[in-house]
């Protein structure tokens, strides 16, 4: 017994030193990676179009393939799209410049001002741009880019609850607002809340009233985790963004959500012969609202800055954002797109018209802003707590 | 004389339970494949059926979009070469670990390990942060993704090969020794077929790894040309994909069935010439004479 | 056999061999611990001010603990325990539900299947070929509330009502891992039992044994390698897995296991120290159980040897 654990011991120290070989190579390497400060001036006016192909970094299925096949019949170049699952993911890719993309289609608002510092977008030219101004007024100079200087918004949209109103009485969600999903014992196992960790617990505070959603208070964040956590035993609460396609299908009865899942629940996920109306979505009033919007940037450095630009002025196109909005079921962020319009044009039951945030709340809307590494670590530290199911 | 035997109640019990094991295992599969013919955008409900998803939408069908024939050759080129380099490569390490006895083999017998302990993510950044930083003169895209499988999924051939390696033993290829083989010809005329059945175990292995990753690949991709499948489907998060995938996995499932029974034909000609014990015997024979 | 050792010499058999491990054990070394030592540098490095990206220490002097005595702290005691014991338990369970299903197929396919054994073979691999993500897409249609995993067992009267499968139950996962790692278990196992001699089953019957003895004295001991070696490639991959559990219960905190908080750490958020500390923490935990396997089978080699 003893001889064999000597060996094992033994075997362990010698793979030690076959790990430990790689170091001396190692060390002579410095890293490379990182920032190297903002990016000064944009491309230079009336240039021709690059030959492409042009290349889109996007979240998978956020744009209708065929307005990116019109894109591409419309200039005679190809376009090429390159998926990312995650935020962290792409800011994380791009940085290491491990990917090539010429347009970040789909920047989040809270990391924007990184992106920028970054020196990983580029200051667009407007000049190319003349839809800009079909932009939604209130996001024309956003609190994330000063004068848009380095984005121009895609779409908007806010966070609320989706919840089947055949099997929840709508009058019963309104009068309850949040407290609905900490209500639903009758649906164990059909209650779920966004698999992202500000976003739920910032919908934990704001149903105790704190409405403060970028503080980094300690105790505000543990007071959060603990009422997020009473949902594990209460409803066998589940997390993830999927209630665009659980709810309609049945699986998620309330789901803490963003509105535009409900949409989409609506175009593609009901199943044949069941009522639209069973769809409901419900959101705080104005002021209370939490709403965001994703945004398009031009990658520095890429190879194809003006077929870029050109890119971005099409999807601002009025026309082509509804061809886009129709698909993807996220509201472009332009002003024709109301909720008259959209309902009107059928692409949304009136029974949804909650789901398109208007301009007041939009004007009010709470953002969820950068809270630098220390407050990102707070909500990090409570979200896995909240996960592991301690 | 076993066929006299009378037939044993165990041997219906073990029928039926792989008989089950089989209809268990098989179900999603056709679910997979039915939900390949819905209409609309569900990949996890039932649909009123349509070829939508093969050809019929203009855009996003398997006939029509172009980034799913990219992602569909892309996987099928990256599991081949990685089946072609990693299955020898294990193999031949197998066979050296077994029989080299040093203070360095028995460090590459832990070393040879660890690759099955690290989960996937861990090997995609891992790979990830090593061609960034450090071997950045390896050309992004396939190749890299090319080393990140084959790296996976070596030891993965190892274990299954030293497996049959000691149930084996020695003795086989001592005699083929004592019969006059130099030590390449025992491995060739008697080691190898009798491993072949654990090669083919491997080979199997390795390609649905292969075929199945997502995280590597998609650590190592440097856009859409270099995707691949797996990573299509994995890769649905804010929008969500459609049952197109579903109908190119059963357009994949197809062309690999077919590559599959190719593989069992060439495989049972292979153990007619000596895999099963007749036919080493007779393989032995062959080599005294 | 002792002619043939006086020719060689030990010194050039080992050469021999050991040029067949050479270039598998030096690929290993270029791009797998090299990768290991990456980990280590982002663990026990710092992450960009303006971006948050890693910035790994390549330099052992200059690399800062903090990360992972966090992650220490909150394994032993904290709540990344709990998620550990979890993660254990429901790889235990489904290693448990491996080998009972798993057994019987391998040992049915391999030496009583006859003419029908390639059909199974293929019928066994069969699985492979649809990508693992499906098959649990499609396990979620069959467990829903309607499914027809609820109707099949309501028509046998084994419940009166439809069960939530899907409510974040462990049995769901343990069932999950089990149907998606049973073919990483089977082949293995199969290439063993197909090649144990039929002639040592023979002789213990022809000696008088019943089945159940042979079966437990000559083929169980004979098979013991490949069970290992169908364990150690079946377990240590479910250590990291983070999918399984993910689609079967929809992301349920009360599934939670050790490969989701990797996979956050290191996607979600940006503290990628912290999701590497956990990596080697994880390594460190799976390299014990590893070593048990490479004792074990060094062991058996050298009783063979005798």
Known sequence: MTSSRRDFLARSAQLGVLLGAGIPILQACGSDSGSSGPVADPIADGLEPEKGPLRVFNYDSYVNPDVVAAFEAQYGVKVEITTFTTDTEAVTKLASKAIEVDVHHSMAATSIDRLIAGGIVQPLNKSYIPNFENAFDALKDPWYDKGSAHSVPYNFFGTGIGYRADRIDPAQVEEQGWDTLWNATDFKGQVSVLDDEREALVMAMMRKGIFDVNTTDQAIIDQALADLSELIDRVSVKVNIEAYKNIPEGATTVAHTWSPDLINAYAAYLPEGTDPAVLGFWHPPAGEYLVTNDSMGVVAGCKNPVLAHLYINFLLDNEIAEQNFSWVGYLPALSKFDADYVIGAGYVPENLRACVPTTEEIEKGLYLKPIGADGDAKYTAAWSTFTSGA | MSVFRRKHGSARWLALITWLYVIWSLAPVLVAVRISFNSGKSRSSLQSPSFRWYWGDPTSSVWHDESLHTALFNTLELAALTMLIATPLGVAMAIGLHRWRSRVSTGANGLMLVPIVTPEIVFGVALFLVFTELYSGVPSGMPRQLIGHITFTMSFVVVIVRGRLVAIGDQYEEAARDLGATRLQAIRLVLLPLLAPAIFASVMVVFATSVDDFVISSFLTTGASTDTVPIKIYSGARGSSTPALNALATVMLCFTLLAVALAALAMRRMSKRGGDAEGMAGGLAGLSG | ?306
């Open chain 3, 1 to 306: 056999m002792t002619a043939a050792l006086v020719t060689t010499g030990p010194r050039r058999r080992t050469r021999f061999w050991a040029s067949f491990a050479v270039p598998g054990v030096g690929w290993l070394i270029a791009f797998f611990v090299v990768s290991v030592y990456a980990v280590m540098a982002v663990a026990f490095g710092t992450v960009d001010p303006v971006l948050r990206t890693a910035v790994p220490a390549w330099n052992p002097l200059q690399w800062d603990f903090a990360a992972m005595s966090d992650v220490l702290d909150r394994v032993f005691g904290g709540d990344l325990g709990t998620v550990f014991v979890r993660t254990f338990r429901f790889v235990a369970l489904s290693l448990a539900g491996c080998i009972l299903v798993g057994y019987p197929v391998a040992y049915y396919v391999a030496r009583k299947a006859g003419p029908r054994r390639g059909l199974l073979l293929v019928l066994l691999v069969l699985p492979f070929w649809i990508s693992y993500l499906m098959r649990m897409l499609a396990w979620t249609n069959l467990l829903q509330l309607d499914g027809i995993v609820n109707d099949v067992l309501q028509f046998l009267h084994l419940q009166d009502e439809p069960h939530n499968w899907l409510d974040g139950n462990w049995y769901t996962v343990v069932f999950g891992l089990t149907y998606g790692y049973l073919p990483f278990f089977i082949l293995p196992l199969y290439s063993t039992l197909e090649r144990i001699d039929g002639r040592l089953i023979e002789a213990g019957r022809d000696l008088g044994a019943s089945s159940m003895q042979t079966f437990f004295r000559i083929t169980l001991p004979l098979s013991v390698p490949g069970l290992m070696a169908a364990s150690v490639i079946t377990i240590l991959p479910m250590f990291g897995d983070y999918y399984t559990n993910t689609y079967l219960t929809s992301g349920s905190p009360k599934t939670e296991m050790v490969g989701n908080q990797i996979e956050n750490y290191l996607l979600g958020t940006s503290q990628p120290q912290t999701g590497a500390s956990l990596v080697l923490v994880l390594m460190a935990f799976l390299f014990v159980l590893m070593a048990y396997y490479l004792y074990t089978t060094l062991r058996q080699q050298r009783m063979a040897e005798r």
